[in-house]
């Protein structure tokens, strides 16, 4: 497996730092560096600014929010970064959440895999640059209907670096993961295990096997954001790892509609996440972080000694993740870097 750097999205300001470590990233030899965006920070920016001090380490976006942006103005922002960076950029996409997409970006969710198959049907366009872009779609029509009447197709201006440039999508649910398999170029999963690895090796075939499928398994890019705590208290570590796992499980989304506690059912964690969920919905977010098992980070996570994490990543090794994207500072990617090598 490649190891790549994920910065994810900022918290209340950029990450202390960060240019240092992607520049020290570069050097140890990792494949990709990658950012976030949820309703702080956008992805795009961080990356050229950090981006720009690089030479050879590909750039990515893990991800990109689909209703932030119309699929042509998502699709500039990708071929200028392709230019500036010399053919390095990676544009991972993603739906997200109703909560996120209605009540951030006032846009609405419903049917997000088709609306995802038309937005990249409209980014396939712009970067092949063999005519004017057209659709009309049920999500998007270039030109527009109605409107003055008055628009016509257009191709960009710009001629792109490459016409193949690649399209990662994000997804949890077997549906979604299958659409990555079928129109796009590589899958970026979100809390994955190697416990569940035979399920989604499953929902990828059945992408891989549908008319006009662009890989199979063998050429299909799986970068997967691990966190790694290096610690010789494995219960040290794990407290590290919990609050997110809590804010995922219980608040990222509405109790009807959240895709990352469907994921921990699946994973055999059902009991837990109905109790973490009801916690943290309730205001109790200190006993919903403890109510988050060792185990269940253990699944998701290296964590613990150098030689635990050293153990483990064999199992890791043998699924379809094809990147460790890693997360923490200069001295924890040198040291994991070197556990891992």
């Known amino acids: 497996m490649k190891l790549g750097y994920h910065l994810g999205y900022w918290s209340a300001g950029p990450p202390p730092g960060a240019l240092d470590t992607v520049k020290e990233v570069e050097r140890l030899g990792f494949d990709?560096?990658?950012?976030?965006?949820?309703?702080?920070?956008?992805?795009?920016?961080?990356?050229a600014w950090w981006g720009a001090s690089t030479s050879r380490i590909r750039l990515g976006t893990d991800i990109v929010q689909m209703a932030a942006r119309t699929p042509t103005a998502t699709a500039m922002s990708a071929l200028t970064l392709d230019y500036l960076?010399?053919?390095?950029?990676?544009?991972?996409?993603?739906?997200?959440?109703?909560?996120v997409v209605e009540g951030w970006y006032g846009q609405p969710y419903p049917r997000p895999l088709a609306r995802t198959r038309e937005y990249v049907d409209i980014l396939r366009q712009v970067f092949a640059r063999e005519a004017p872009v057209t659709l009309d779609g049920e999500f998007f029509q270039?030109?527009?209907?109605?409107?003055a009447g008055l628009g016509k197709p257009l191709k960009p201006t710009v001629h792109?670096?490459?016409?193949?440039?690649?399209?990662?999508?994000a997804a949890e649910g077997p549906k979604n993961v299958a659409l990555a398999a079928e129109i796009c170029d590589g899958w970026l999963p979100m809390f994955f295990s190697p416990k569940s690895d035979a399920f989604y090796r499953k929902a990828l075939a059945e992408g891989f096997a549908r008319p006009g499928a662009r890989h199979m398994l063998e050429d299909f890019?799986?970068?997967?954001?691990?966190?790694?705590?290096?610690?010789?208290?494995?219960?040290?570590?794990?407290?590290?790892i919990r609050p997110s796992l809590a804010l995922y499980i219980g608040g990222m989304g509405a109790k009807q509609a959240n895709f990352h506690f469907d994921l921990f059912v699946r994973l055999g964690y059902e009991?837990?996440?109905?109790?973490?969920?009801?916690?943290?919905?309730a205001g109790h977010k200190k006993d919903a972080v403890a109510a988050i098992p060792t185990s269940l980070v253990e699944d998701t996570a290296l964590i613990g000694p150098a030689a635990k994490i050293k153990d483990e990543l064999a199992a890791w090794e043998e699924t379809v993740i094809t990147s460790l994207l890693l997360r923490g500072d200069t001295r924890t990617l040198t040291a994991v870097a070197e556990i891992l090598s």
């Open 142 to 147: 270039l030109p527009h209907r109605g409107g």
């Open 32 to 47: 990709s560096v990658w950012t976030a965006e949820a309703y702080g920070s956008d992805a795009f920016t961080p990356l």
């Open 221 to 240: 890019e799986v970068p997967a954001s691990i966190p790694v705590i290096l610690r010789d208290d494995v219960e040290e570590a794990a407290d590290f």
């Open 160 to 169: 792109p670096l490459r016409a193949d440039l690649p399209i990662h999508l």
């Open 271 to 281: 009991e837990t996440a109905h109790r973490v969920q009801e916690l943290y919905l």
């Open 85 to 99: 960076s010399g053919g390095r950029f990676v544009l991972g996409i993603g739906a997200s959440g109703p909560q």
